[in-house]
């Protein structure tokens, strides 16, 4: 089972910033967390990933709490093309483990 | 860029043929992954591989098996096609450990058995 909860959908005007939550109450030392993002009709896709510390890439910001029991993915300007299923998964690194999926948010980017 | 390819977009069976879905990487990567994504239950692990010639069951290997032969592809195999085999399977693969393991997916292949 997933070991994580995320609301199942949200909306988000363009060009506004699109902050996604994800509660990960049981998460142990050793993991991390993970997001991918799911276009449709396409496979998943990383986005970002982090311990303990907030990270920032190109594509989106994550912020962890300080107990690590949630974390939120922070798209800082949403466009029409960033509509997808979010997907927020816990795993142990170094991880040649299978990810394991939830239900995601289906996030809907709207004009 | 880097790539993960599946052989068909789209395919259709029927009960009880054998099937073959190839899934094709370049990135030298060990581990290779196989799922299925159905409405309502999201992405489940049926197989995936380490290195060659080595394989693990997932959480739905029931009616599957898989082959690799070579680094680069991983097979997933459908003995006997049944229709609630119908869904849309993506392939995925992953560096070695200690990279950041992030997961490649291919675009997927969306089967249907008749």
């Known amino acids: 089972d997933a070991k994580t909860t995320q609301p199942p959908s949200m909306d988000c005007a363009e060009g506004r910033a699109a902050n996604l939550p994800c509660n990960h109450s049981t998460i142990s030392g050793n993991e991390y967390v993970y997001w991918y993002r799911q276009i449709h009709s396409q496979g998943p896709q990383y986005i970002i990933h982090?311990?303990?510390n907030n990270e920032t890439n190109e594509m989106a910001s994550l912020i962890i709490t300080e107990d690590r029991k949630s974390s939120t993915l922070i798209l800082p300007h949403a466009t029409l093309r960033d509509t997808a299923v979010y997907y927020c998964i816990v795993r142990v690194m170094p991880g040649n483990t299978p990810l394991v999926f939830g239900k995601g948010t289906r996030l809907s980017v709207i004009a | 860029d880097v790539k993960v390819t599946q052989s068909s977009r789209y395919l259709v069976k029927r009960t009880g043929e054998k099937v073959f879905l190839e899934c094709v990487q370049d990135?030298?990567?060990?581990?290779m992954f196989w799922y299925r994504q159905d409405p309502g239950l999201g992405l489940r692990l049926i197989y995936f591989?380490?290195?060659?010639?080595?394989?693990e069951k997932g959480d739905i290997p029931e009616g599957y098996s898989v082959s690799r032969e070579k680094k680069e592809r991983f097979s997933l195999i459908l003995e006997s096609a049944s229709t609630n085999q119908t869904s849309m399977y993506l392939c995925?693969?992953?560096?070695?450990?200690?990279?950041?393991?992030?997961?490649?997916f291919g675009p997927g292949t969306r089967l249907t058995v008749l």
């Open positions: 982090g311990l303990k």
């Open positions: 990135m030298d990567h060990e581990n």
């Open positions: 591989s380490y290195d060659v010639k080595m394989k």
């Open positions: 995925a693969s992953s560096g070695p450990t200690g990279d950041d393991n992030e997961q490649f």
